[in-house]
């Protein structure tokens, strides 16, 4: 999905359609179909709904965030959660919504247990409806529902606001649990598209619509979109370093045909352009050219023929990294989940032994820990009903400091995660770090300065 302020069903991205939210469902339901099923269904077919769509396939996921139509970044979201099937009460509960013109809860649930033939309770209506809901995969059955097969769809009901057993709006759905977001450069989205259409994910299949596609406009004149800096090189060859400012997103083909008409002009045996994004400092770059041609091809002799030049391209400077985490982390979004009401307080404790060092800690079996020091470095995997662990060093050694880690959770194994939790949200104590912060990784470290003491 392109960058949205908030991530709203389209349902609750404007008052006033909310308001007429089950004259929405009226008007486009289906006789034959479940409640949650003609969600699904005008999801699909354009209409305003209270769910959003999810995908099980990260492709899918990745098509849909480069289909787009802006010269602007895109987004991937992934969530981790757990999940029901789309024939539960909860599930249910929360389709059956829209079909009532009431917005009152207790009304809600007299016309729900009418139809379900059902006692749920004020009370837990209100709980099931204040939290986010996400669909088991595969669940929700619709023959009639192409694109959902398609696209190994499933979907999220996001919680409703709820004020004085009333419904009064639907929740940010990033405002509770854990996620992670994956921004995709504008400057790489059109390759990335041209990439997946190979591997057969194209609007043709995903959307049964080939028209789906959604084009940039290629800009009639990019040289207008930057300003540039050159800087003379002291060589035997004429040659030239030049900084390429872009006022505008320039999409790979843009920034070749900008770097070839420079090239031209300028008419260097050797020319490196940097392309750096308006504002972002030195050295973080979206792309470096290297353009040679006659003499200059001795040293720069392999890449893309474009005309009389060679051309190399290096789009490894770590300008998502840099540019995107770094210096503007405000706009890479994590949320981690909550500490768990029964975490373990995890013991890490270190000492030095002679010729050897001693870790006890009453982790789960199978955590990954790394421990390192001053020209050493060792890796444990914590085992089951096993507290002490004993790792050789240097006899001669009297004085040790250095690190023990727990490696964030992406490096983990799942045995370790399914009880320590994807966000190591049952775990807690001074060892275990885990915020929010896209700059600090969630994991366990613990600094230690041991002296030798007696091997008891």
């Known amino acids: 999905m392109t960058k949205y302020e908030n991530m709203n069903p389209t349902i609750a991205r404007n008052k006033e359609n909310l308001s007429k939210e089950h ?25 305003l709904t209270r769910i959003l769509d999810m995908t099980t396939d990260p492709l899918v996921a990745l098509f849909f965030a480069v289909n787009n139509n802006e010269r602007a970044d895109s987004s991937v979201f992934v969530f981790i959660r757990e999940n029901v099937s789309a024939d539960s009460l909860e599930a249910k509960l929360m389709s059956f919504v829209p079909t009532v013109s009431s917005r009152e809860v207790s009304v809600i649930v007299d016309q729900f247990n009418k139809k379900y033939n059902c006692s749920l309770t004020i009370e837990r209506a209100t709980n099931i409806l204040s939290h986010d809901l ?15 097969k398609e696209q190994k769809g499933t979907f999220a009901f996001p ?5 004085n057993n009333k419904i009064v709006g639907i929740k940010d759905f990033r405002d509770t649990k854990s996620y992670q977001e994956i921004i995709i450069p504008f400057e790489y989205q059109e390759k990335i598209f041209s990439e997946l259409k190979e591997r057969n994910y194209s609007s043709d299949r995903l959307y049964k619509d080939p028209t789906k596609d959604r084009i ?20 035997a060859y004429k040659k030239e370093n030049g900084t390429v400012f872009t006022h505008t997103l320039l999409k790979k083909k843009e920034l070749e045909k900008l770097g070839y008409q420079i090239a031209k002009e300028r008419n260097d045996e050797m020319l490196t352009l940097w392309f750096r994004r308006k504002g972002a400092p030195r050295g973080v770059n979206i792309l470096t050219q290297f353009w040679s041609q006659g003499n200059g091809k001795r040293w720069w002799n392999t890449g893309k ?11 490894s400077d770590s300008f998502y990294i840099y540019q995107l985490v770094l210096t503007d ?33 009453n982790l789960y079996a199978g955590a990954r820990l790394f421990i390192t020091g001053e020209g050493y470095s060792k890796t444990v995997i914590t085992q089951e009903n096993c507290d002490d662990y004993y790792l050789p060093i240097d006899p001669s050694v009297n004085r040790m400091e250095g690190q023990v880690t727990l490696a964030t959770p992406s490096l983990q194994p799942k045995d370790f995660l399914e009880k320590a939790g994807i966000d ?29 003491e007696n091997d008891s």
């Open 329 to 361: 982390s405000d706009k890479v979004n994590r949320k981690v989940l909550p500490q768990s009401k029964n975490a373990v307080e995890v013991i890490l404790d270190v000492k030095l032994l002679r010729g050897k060092l001693h870790i006890k800690t």
């Open 134 to 148: 996400f669909i088991t995969p595969n669940t929700l059955i619709d023959n009639d529902n192409e694109r959902m």
């Open 424 to 452: 190591f949200e049952n775990l807690k104590g001074d060892f275990i770090k885990r915020d929010n912060n896209m700059l600090s990784l969630i994991s366990g470290i613990k600094e230690f300065d041991c002296k030798i």
């Open 159 to 163: 919680a409703n606001e709820i004020k």
């Open 305 to 315: 023929n474009v005309d009389q030049f060679i051309l190399q391209e290096d789009w």
């Open 23 to 47: 004259q929405f469902f009226e008007q486009y339901k289906k006789k034959d179909k479940s409640d949650f099923q003609n969600l699904a269904y005008q999801q699909h077919n354009g209409g």
């Open 216 to 235: 940039v406009p290629d800009l009639k004149d990019v040289s207008k979109a930057t300003i540039v800096n050159f800087h003379k090189v002291t060589s």
